[in-house]
């Protein structure tokens, strides 16, 4: 079956993302894939499984158009499949925008820009929320235009007592409007700063909402990762779900996940299975989740709209994510089960000494130390069929890899 087609992957991006995805397409089907960015990073760099095409303007539509159809005419083949994916919001925004002018081209496992633009919004993902039953901590919305005073955040004016979190409720939008002290995710420790952080966002000439949030207590450890794989017919066929023990910590990459164990959580599952089916959601769904031990409850922060950055932990644990979307898209049978990952294995993409350090939580860490004991340990970059015979690509590695004990011992000092 797999060599019935020439599958060819087009990625857009450059980072961990997409080597993850790379790498699950080299290992289920031995493809080079074509990844497409505005400039190369480490995470891809010297990579012999990806053929990285620079260019600079590609975030724009005309250059991406004409960047897509022009690779199209070059690979041109009546049994050639090329699978479009984007390896962050903004280009699976993009390459949702444009499926209409694509279809006929390339395989594009995702939803109508309709739909994208609906649950690319924080605020609009939390009224859906609420008609499905799925919890999500307390929230107030800031619309542009209504930032108010700063006794309009008073703790007894929001609900939740500081300190709490604030957070740009659309970051596609949000991005593109850079600013000196940019941030992810701010945590604000009074009213006076939570009043600085929101001016300073909308003064950037960000227009869409901004979300207050009561901080649910717990460190990284009570994360949760959970991803889904919808077919072209709106059906779930593959969850897997992780449990966070380490996320990174700077200021850019607050929350990106660092460390995961795979957990096995059927009725946790099937919410988020509901919800996904009733809103005719097709392609790979990524959800921020964390434990509330005020009150035993899970609660859900947003949803990506792709596969998240993370996504090497799903492979890691069986369920190849390249498979899913040739087995779906090119060769229509995956049948009609859904299949809910009950696999354990651990995940890093970051030196494990870190995560032995920076991880507060006992039991998970003898935990992940017991999987590396039983061979079911993994990590992203550390790809033998990568590096065997490149050490340009061990160094950019290694560097990279490196790096990161300055990271965390920079963002980290006060951090349990």
Request: net charge neutral.
């Amino acid at each position: 079956m797999k060599d019935t087609y020439k599958i060819i992957p087009v990625l857009i991006g450059a980072d961990l993302n997409c080597y993850n995805v790379a790498r699950a397409f080299h290992e289920e089907y031995g493809v080079v894939s074509e990844a497409f960015g505005r400039y190369e990073i480490s995470a891809t760099m010297g990579s012999r499984i990806i053929h990285f095409h620079c260019v600079p303007n590609l975030d724009t539509d005309e250059t991406f158009l004409s960047e897509m159809n022009a690779f199209a005419d070059a690979t041109k083949g009546e049994n050639v499949r090329r699978i479009l994916v984007g390896c962050t919001d903004d280009y699976a925004n993009l390459i949702a925008l444009h499926k209409d002018d694509l279809a006929d081209r390339y395989i594009i496992p995702y939803n109508d820009i309709a739909l994208m633009d609906e649950f690319q919004s924080k605020e609009r993902f939390y009224q859906c929320c609420d008609k499905h039953g799925i919890l999500y901590p307390k929230t107030v919305i800031v619309k542009c235009g209504q930032a108010g005073t700063e006794s309009d955040y008073y703790d007894t004016a929001l609900g939740f007592s500081y300190p709490i979190i604030v957070k740009p409720s659309n970051s596609v939008v949000y991005w593109k409007h850079p600013f000196d002290g940019m941030n992810k995710v701010y945590v604000s420790d009074s009213p006076a700063r939570t009043k600085e952080i929101i001016d300073t966002i909308f003064a950037s000439g960000y227009d869409d909402s901004i979300i207050l949030q009561d901080t649910i207590p717990g460190n990284d450890a009570g994360m949760y990762v959970l991803t889904a794989y919808c077919d072209k017919n709106a059906k779930v066929k593959m969850m897997c779900l992780g449990h966070v023990l380490l996320e990174e910590h700077t200021p850019k990459g607050r929350g990106n996940h660092a460390a995961i164990i795979t957990e096995y959580n059927p009725a946790l599952c099937e919410k988020f299975r509901a919800f996904l089916e009733d809103i005719r959601y097709v392609g790979y769904a990524n959800f921020d989740i964390k434990y509330d031990p005020r009150d035993n409850t899970h609660r859900a922060f947003e949803v990506n709209l792709r596969q998240g950055r993370s996504n090497f932990y799903v492979t890691s644990a069986g369920e190849n994510i390249a498979r899913y979307i040739v087995r779906d898209r090119v060769y229509d049978d995956l049948g009609e089960d859904c299949r809910i990952c009950d696999k354990e294995v651990l995940w890093t993409s970051i030196p494990r000494a870190i995560v032995w350090k920076y991880t507060h939580n006992d039991t998970l860490t003898d935990k992940a130390k017991a999987l590396v004991r039983a061979k079911a340990a993994h990590t992203s970059v550390w790809y033998k069929k990568d590096l065997s015979g490149n050490p340009k690509r061990f160094f950019y590695v290694a560097a990279a890899q490196y790096r990161h004990f300055g990271k965390y011992r920079t963002y980290c000092k006060d951090y349990k």
